[in-house]
């Protein structure tokens, strides 16, 4: 157990880490939609949004964060289970990269409208990047920080004979670090452990079916 708990806690504090140094090199030394291009089809592009992953928004700021927070909790939970039930260690690392990555952005909600200047948009010619300022002193409050965003990652355009999305770019989304664990992490467990994963969620709707049980009696 000792193995897989720290293997867990060393995903989870690298990738927050790795992920919070991405985005601070970013906003300290690029103005908004400043865009750094490394391929034809690799961009370093800086956006921010107030909604979900990949540039989405359609709920606030505060709703958004206060439902991470309620997710972070309920997988930290399943996390410590399956720790304790020794699950296999690659279904613990999927796990703790849901976890990270949506603990890296719930840090942008609630901490960079403290701590930051409001990011200039690009091209006046006078727009500096952000900067740090004294706690409190930000461009927002506290859970209504913007989601530092980079990664852009335009591989075609779709020609202009193809309905509906003729001359679009195809996965034209923004995303961070963050969001690339959550989603990667994701992907993992569905593909390679699909087969625990129905085995894990069998086992708790038979236990939630026995509480019930025993409660109507």
Same mark, same amino acid.
């Given at each position: 157990?000792?193995?897989?708990?720290?293997?867990?806690?060393?995903?989870?504090?690298? &990738? &927050? $880490?790795?992920? @919070?140094?991405?985005? &601070?090199?970013?906003?300290? *030394?690029?103005?908004?939609?400043?865009?750094?291009?490394?391929?034809?089809?690799? +961009?370093?592009?800086?956006?921010?949004?107030?909604?979900?992953?990949?540039?989405? *928004?359609?709920?606030?700021?505060?709703?958004?964060?206060?439902?991470?927070?309620?997710?972070?909790?309920?997988?930290? +939970?399943?996390?410590?289970? @399956?720790?304790?039930? @020794?699950? =296999?260690?690659?279904?613990?690392?999927?796990?703790?990269?849901? &976890?990270?990555?949506?603990?890296?952005?719930?840090? #942008?909600?609630?901490? +960079?409208?403290?701590? !930051? /200047?409001? *990011?200039? =948009?690009?091209?006046?010619?006078?727009?500096? =990047?952000?900067? !740090?300022?004294? !706690?409190?002193?930000?461009?927002?409050?506290?859970?209504?920080?913007?989601?530092? #965003?980079?990664?852009?990652? =335009?591989?075609?355009?779709?020609?202009?004979?193809?309905?509906?999305?003729?001359?679009? /770019? !195809?996965?034209?989304?923004?995303?961070?670090?963050?969001?690339?664990?959550?989603?990667?992490?994701?992907?993992?467990?569905?593909?390679?452990?699909?087969? +625990?994963?129905?085995?894990? $969620? *069998?086992?708790?709707?038979?236990?939630?079916?026995? /509480? #019930?049980?025993?409660?109507?009696?």
């Amino acid at each position: 157990m000792k193995l897989r708990s720290t293997i867990a806690t060393l995903i989870i504090l690298l &990738i &927050i $880490l790795a992920d @919070q140094i991405i985005k &601070i090199s970013v906003k300290i *030394s690029m103005c908004l939609y400043d865009k750094i291009h490394v391929t034809d089809w690799f +961009y370093i592009f800086f956006t921010e949004n107030k909604g979900m992953a990949f540039g989405m *928004s359609f709920i606030s700021t505060l709703w958004l964060t206060l439902f991470r927070l309620g997710a972070i909790a309920f997988f930290v +939970y399943v996390l410590v289970k @399956q720790i304790r039930r @020794q699950a =296999p260690i690659g279904f613990l690392v999927c796990l703790s990269m849901i &976890i990270a990555g949506a603990f890296g952005n719930i840090i #942008d909600n609630s901490l +960079y409208g403290l701590i !930051f /200047t409001e *990011s200039a =948009p690009i091209p006046p010619p006078f727009a500096q =990047p952000a900067h !740090f300022v004294e !706690f409190g002193q930000g461009y927002g409050s506290f859970l209504r920080g913007h989601v530092v #965003d980079m990664f852009y990652f =335009p591989l075609f355009r779709w020609p202009d004979w193809m309905p509906l999305v003729a001359g679009q /770019t !195809f996965f034209g989304a923004v995303f961070n670090f963050a969001d690339a664990a959550i989603s990667c992490g994701a992907a993992a467990m569905l593909l390679f452990y699909h087969k +625990y994963l129905s085995f894990v $969620l *069998s086992s708790s709707k038979r236990a939630q079916d026995a /509480t #019930d049980k025993t409660l109507s009696k």
